[in-house]
């Protein structure tokens, strides 16, 4: 996650309104509320809130960075969606979720991406099947044998506490200040690494009675296992952080993995993305991993558009031997993509998008 979003995901936390962005929209069902917390109520208070999208459906967010976890109750047993910073953080978001269905049968977590903030809890899930990616699988392994690799992750904790006392006595501070402490304990104690013990390398798909589940191997993107999870039946897709509303695309963001770009890694997104958008019709809400927010298909289909006609002029002025600035100076947006003429072209700390893109995608062209 950029530091641009992580500073305005902990602003909203604070602020209590949750992440909306421009363009977007509110979850389609519900309002977000508290989990009621009885006897047998996690410790310690995180305040952990959901919202229903469908019967079979919620969403649980925590934390000051707004992270969302996706639950799916299902006729062979509840589906979790990525676990959560810690294992204390996790066993809390399960305790809420088992409260929201009332009901312990839990089937599978699946992970996302292979991210602290949605893979360090795994260890809550230790008993149930754990699907991911075998790039994310490999993530965790490397992460495990040496920690170095997530130093930065690890540090998140004590860089996220507050140095001013006084604005602890805003409540909502206060839930964040507890969360990070949470973490920050779990990680002293020390990270309980658990990947994955069933992987996919391309496609994965769970049949669970009544809902069925699609996995897709997206790679290199937000992370290095950025895996886009379609549930057709609900007419959900998790894009995790692929597509945000409101603003261009990054292609290799700064805050993105470090590993190289290449041509099949640009040409799996097109196909997945292809696969995931043909898919959609109207209604189908496209959610991310942090917030309460959705996109629908008409926010997502320009964007991927985008990216497949930019790649491919790329590729073509490569090809006929054009430099990089001649591809630039014939690849202007507003005259050859207005696929997207109203998104933001700064963000993630790229202040031109469109440019850094025509260059991240020259980069990998053959």
């Not at 208070?45 to 976890?69: C, E, H, T």
């Not at 991406?113 to 260890?123: L, V």
């Not at 920050?184 to 020390?190: K, R």
Request: net charge neutral.
């Amino acid at each position: 996650m950029s530091a641009r979003r992580i500073a305005y995901l902990v602003l909203a936390g604070i602020a209590g309104g949750g992440l909306l962005g421009k363009g977007a929209e509110p979850a389609a069902s519900g309002t977000e509320r508290p989990v009621l917390r009885g006897t047998a109520a996690p410790a310690p208070d995180l305040g952990i809130q959901v919202r229903r999208l469908s019967p079979r459906a919620a969403v649980f967010n925590v934390g000051p960075w707004n992270n969302s976890y996706l639950a799916l109750a299902t006729e062979k047993g509840i589906v979790v969606i990525d676990s959560g910073f810690s294992k204390t953080v996790a066993q809390a978001v399960r305790a809420a979720i088992q409260a929201e269905f009332g009901r312990s049968d839990f089937a599978f977590l699946i992970n996302s991406h292979e991210h602290s903030d949605h893979t360090f809890g795994n260890g809550a899930y230790a008993d149930i099947p754990i699907v991911g990616s075998e790039l994310l699988r490999a993530a965790l392994v490397r992460a495990k044998a040496d920690p170095s690799i997530v130093a930065d992750r690890l540090a998140i904790p004590e860089r996220s506490l507050v140095s001013d006392p006084k604005l602890l006595e805003d409540p909502k501070v206060a839930v964040g200040e507890r969360f990070w402490k949470t973490v920050q304990a779990d990680y002293a104690a020390g990270v309980d690494y658990v990947p994955p013990t069933i992987t996919f390398d391309r496609r994965l798909t769970l049949h669970l009675g009544d809902v069925s589940v699609h996995l897709y191997s997206y790679g290199h993107w937000h992370s290095s296992a950025d895996t886009i999870i379609s549930i057709p039946e609900e007419g959900i897709v998790r894009l995790g952080a692929i597509l945000g509303a409101g603003e261009l695309p990054v292609v290799n963001s700064p805050y993105g993995p470090k590993e190289k770009l290449t041509a099949a890694i640009v040409d799996n997104w097109m196909a997945v993305l292809h696969e995931v958008i043909d898919q959609a019709n109207d209604k189908t809400q496209f959610i991310s991993c942090h917030g309460w927010f959705v996109m629908r298909k008409a926010q997502c289909a320009p964007q991927v558009a985008y990216l497949e006609k930019l790649w491919n002029e790329v590729r073509r002025a490569k090809a006929a031997g054009k430099t990089l600035e001649q591809t630039r100076d014939a690849l202007t947006r507003a005259d050859r993509l207005p696929e997207v003429a109203g998104l933001a072209n700064t963000a993630d700390g790229v202040p031109n998008i469109h440019d850094h893109n025509i260059e991240a995608l020259w980069n990998a062209a053959p």
